[in-house]
């Protein structure tokens, strides 16, 4: 069974001068090797829940744990709970800091008091698993949103972090960018990294997560495996989340068509129970 990386235990934050709490009561684990989608409609509380977790808001209430271990907010213990949670945020401009992107890299590894051969090192490795060598000198200013996200992204798993959380990665990036991110993050998953991500895209938490957290006015609607809660389409449908194209074309076809079968994650899965027309094979998930 996996273990609870993190915990956050009836966690409400209320934003100074704000009336209403933007996270209200918030219980939820976050387990090593998930991959976790946070769902929601916009001012549900997706950013505010990212930022808690990565310390850089204080719950008002509450308390964060991580491997069972509380958050403490004196400067040293955020910066060791910052080595092990890496934040990507919503907007990258609020997160790059340097000049050029391999200083912006660099200024990261440079927090962590290691060697300068070992920074070197990890900058040179971070580039190209990021496919950043050619503009590893290039002004920030000068770059694309598209590729200021990569750069973010980047920097921070230049930090190596045990737990990555992804504030809507996909924004901004057309298909072919959003096709390499999700090979990014298949080899980062696969490196040891647990990944949540904060995401609109109901296509892409459908297609990605193995669990959802579903928010709703700062209040957890649901934290289950992603195939329970797309199972739910009356919950989905009252909170007007809608529904992921692939299972809305899945619930389109004849009910004799789909007898026994699991909804398809993928085109590919679809065609698979298609097998030339003999609908025999049923996947086993
Ligand atoms: N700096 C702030 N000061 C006061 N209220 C804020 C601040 N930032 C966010 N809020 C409020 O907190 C609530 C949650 O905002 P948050 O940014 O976490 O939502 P979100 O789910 O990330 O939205 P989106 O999908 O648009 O990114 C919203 O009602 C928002 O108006
Ligand atoms: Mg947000």
Redesign the pocket.
Known sequence: MSSVLLEFQTVSYT?PG?TQP?IQHLNLAILAGQKTAIL?H???????LLFLADGLYRCSTGAIFWKGEPLHYHASALNQWRQRIGLAF?DPEQQLVAATVAEDISYGLCNLSLSKAEIAQRLRQTLQDFSLQDIADRPLHHLSLGQKRRVALAGVMALQPELLLLD?PTAYLDRLQTRHLLTELDRIQANGTTIVM?T?DLDLAYAWADWVIVLHRGRLVLSEPAQQVFAQVDVLNQLQLGMPTLLECWYALPAAWRDRRLPPKTIAELWQYSDNGNCSAVPQR
């Open positions: 934003y704000a933007a929601g916009n001012g549900c509380g997706k950013s505010t919503q809507e904060a609109h």
